[in-house]
């Protein structure tokens, strides 16, 4: 198994995914809400790259979902906060979302084999799906205007340690792999205030959003793994027996 | 004080640069080995980016250094291995270097207010010459073929690491930089394995040069920082009495 990092989007090119099953990660707080939604019961989502499109996308009962300047879009009923998307609020529902750097990354990765939703609430869950989709590993860090996010980096890294665990064969991971590894081990114990203390954790205390870092902060608290096919996001169907 | 952290040289930009002090990174070898040629008693390096331009560069008594794939080029007296340049081969000498990335980088960070050449060997070193010039400081890890390169990031991570034991005024540290700083503390016990095992170390492995890796994986055992000045690295001048 081969496992290669990327520390932002803009440095993602289609080389690179051909054949492989990639991970967006944008823990704060993308791909962390696209977790919590599916596992809370919503029936899909379709992330899409524009508030336009969005719209556009937004059929009877859909629900529209997203986020400008870490703030809700207005006129949508949801913004991007995983703490939104209860039980209650989503059952069911298809949700049309847009976020600045999650969907964008999910939209960018469509040439690779498989793209899935990776965040420190499913990063055991998602080891798991990519042992099973038996290909090589593209981890992509989402980052922040196209500048690397330590919460990015740090979930990449719990997923290099979360697939070295539970893979049978060696694994072969790239340089920044290893670092981001060596940086999660670090910083596992006090995870929370990594989070806290890095750029975006610091912009979204400052907009009163500090509950959402302490929930994204959570870690295998999901076993819910958001994958896409044919630009809708659905859970991953785990095989039985498998680990 | 504040430090920010660029993970390969393409992609540093001229606006980064402005008014702070570039530390450029190349473990493994260049800027290792542009601190041990001048801890040695060299007179001075002229890193230069080309062959053709190391030839035209190179006066009378000056000797020619660099390498290509990680082996010396034809013709000139060293390679790029910090093991040839004993005292007895170099005192006194005017070197011409060119590297593959090493002084490519130290050419790209010509527009900075000073780019002075870090290692492992000089991190703690460096740290006090960063402070002494009083300015923000930038990370350059050089990376390998325009890919991250774990050797220079863990560097990276000690000289954080040593900035922030030794600065009396608050750090303030990009993404990048904390989570290397963490990696450099997981991987500190184990460092000349990592630098092994990483992709660098593996390919200068193959090709008989694990000493160069041993040797570079040391910590602090040189007090002498590479300075450019006009084109020109030279010792750093520390001011007596300052730490």
Redesign the interface.
Known sequence: LRIDCI?TISETFAPDLAGKTVIVIDVLRATSTMCTALANGADSIIPVETVAQAKLAAKGEDVLAGERQCKKIPGFTFGNSPLEFTEEAITGKRIVMTTTNGTRGIQKAAKAASVIAGSLLNAGACARAALQLKRDVLLICSGTKD????ED??CAGMIVKELRSIAKEAVAA???A???E??????SEHLEE?LL???SGVRLSSLGLRGDISYCAQRNTHQTVPIIEDGVLRPFEFRQGLF
Chains 1, 2 share one sequence.
Do not use: I, N, R, T
């Open positions: 520390s500048v690397f996010a330590l980096g740090l790239d340089d920044l290893v670092a981001l060596g940086a999660f081990h670090f910083y990594a203390d890095c750029q």
